[in-house]
């Protein structure tokens, strides 16, 4: 999974009136078109959090896939990094960030 390609596109979201950013990932088995649901920082880490789309544009399965992600700040217009996050303890870090977002949208719903 490491070679894999990736290409950020921004796409209108026909049932929000903002835009929704989604991701194209070219992988051993096909590409996989995921819906950005967050990027989020660990000290100075950047990571970013993606929901895959089947065929319809639904979620898949209901999978988050997580990802460091890094912009190039000399180059605004320059494509995103996405890496594989190889090293268990580092992944392990950024899925706990990311169920702590999670937990922060339910609270901003309930309020």
């Not at 789309?53 to 209901?62: H, R, Y």
């Not at 988050?64 to 392990?92: A, C, K, T």
């Amino acid at each position: 999974m490491s070679n894999e390609n990736h290409k950020i596109t921004t796409e209108p979201d026909k049932n929000m009136a903002q835009e929704e950013m989604t991701v194209e990932l070219e992988l051993d088995d096909g590409t996989v078109i995921c819906s950005v649901v967050t990027i989020f920082s660990i000290g100075e880490k950047d990571y970013i959090a993606l929901l895959p789309l089947g065929e319809n544009g639904e979620a898949a399965d209901g999978e988050v896939w997580i990802y460091g992600y890094s912009e190039n700040p000399n180059d605004p217009n320059e494509e995103p990094e996405l890496r594989y996050i190889e090293d268990d303890e580092e992944y392990e870090q950024a899925s706990e960030a990311f169920d702590e977002y999670l937990d922060s949208c339910e609270f901003d719903e309930i309020l």
